[in-house]
């Protein structure tokens, strides 16, 4: 059972179109990660939302975390093939004895089309 | 500067057999996490150490795991008795300071498969 649900799972889109990404869970969470990974690469973080209601913007990347910080989203405006990759977010209880774990979704693999 | 390196970066084995996965930390950073991530799953946490010793090692699935970071940097990843459902990619993260918020920085894994 995952304690974080993306979705979709997949997504395959032309260059230029935006796209939304979701993560849920029943688990409230003290702050919330996005990753990106590629083939054969580990995660790269992009981004961590603490705060209930929070939105930062990186570029054409906006990440919003839920008022109830147990869901976040992940919008991307004009997608380019760049964009390409697996996208993962990742919860931390921050407390008690999973204080150092991150629980990690499946990811939705995004497929940027020129 | 330098990342996150494991090594080997792929490892084949037959069932049975022991291994051993290495990870070399970014310098100076105190916390070091090894993952396990399968085939079209995200990954799923294994153990956390904050300096040497391990702070939760709850995620090891059983007691043919074992790790260690003996002198606070590089740590080693030990998996007795190998079995096919071992197969995955491990990775293996480091931080500036502890959790929660220190961001993680990754490795790009060991990709271990069990024959």
């Known amino acids: 059972t995952q304690l974080l649900e993306q979705s979709p799972q997949f997504l395959s889109i032309q260059e230029g179109e935006n796209l939304t990404v979701y993560c849920n869970s029943s688990?409230?969470?003290?702050?919330l990660q996005w990753y990106r990974q590629e083939p054969g690469e580990g995660p790269v973080l992009l981004v961590t939302?603490?705060?209930?209601?929070e939105v930062k913007k990186l570029k054409r990347l906006t990440f919003q975390f839920g008022d109830a910080r147990k869901d976040s989203s992940l919008h991307i405006t004009a997608a380019q093939p760049g964009d390409t990759g697996l996208y993962l977010c990742?919860?931390?209880?921050?407390?008690?004895?999973?204080?150092?774990?991150?629980?990690f979704g499946r990811g939705t693999q995004l497929t940027v089309w020129p | 500067g330098a990342g996150v390196s494991q090594t080997p970066s792929n490892k084949v084995t037959e069932k049975g057999k022991y291994v051993e996965l290495r990870c070399d930390p970014i310098?100076?950073?105190?916390?070091l996490y090894w993952y396990r991530q399968s085939l079209g799953q995200g990954p799923e946490f294994l153990i956390y150490?904050?300096?040497?010793?391990?702070?939760?090692d709850s995620g090891l699935p059983n007691d043919r795991f074992f790790a260690v970071r003996p002198e606070g940097s590089v740590s080693t990843l030990k998996i007795q008795r190998t079995e096919r459902g071992d197969s995955a990619v491990y990775l293996c993260?480091?931080?500036?300071?502890?959790?929660?918020?220190?961001?993680?920085?990754f490795g790009n894994g060991t990709r271990l498969t069990v024959t």
């Open positions: 993260a480091s931080s500036l300071g502890g959790p929660p918020g220190a961001p993680l920085h």
């Open positions: 688990s409230v969470f003290s702050s």
């Open positions: 939302v603490v705060t209930g209601g």
């Open positions: 990742a919860g931390a209880s921050g407390r008690g004895s999973t204080l150092g774990r991150l629980y």
């Open positions: 310098s100076g950073h105190t916390a």
């Open positions: 150490f904050q300096g040497t010793g391990a702070a939760d």
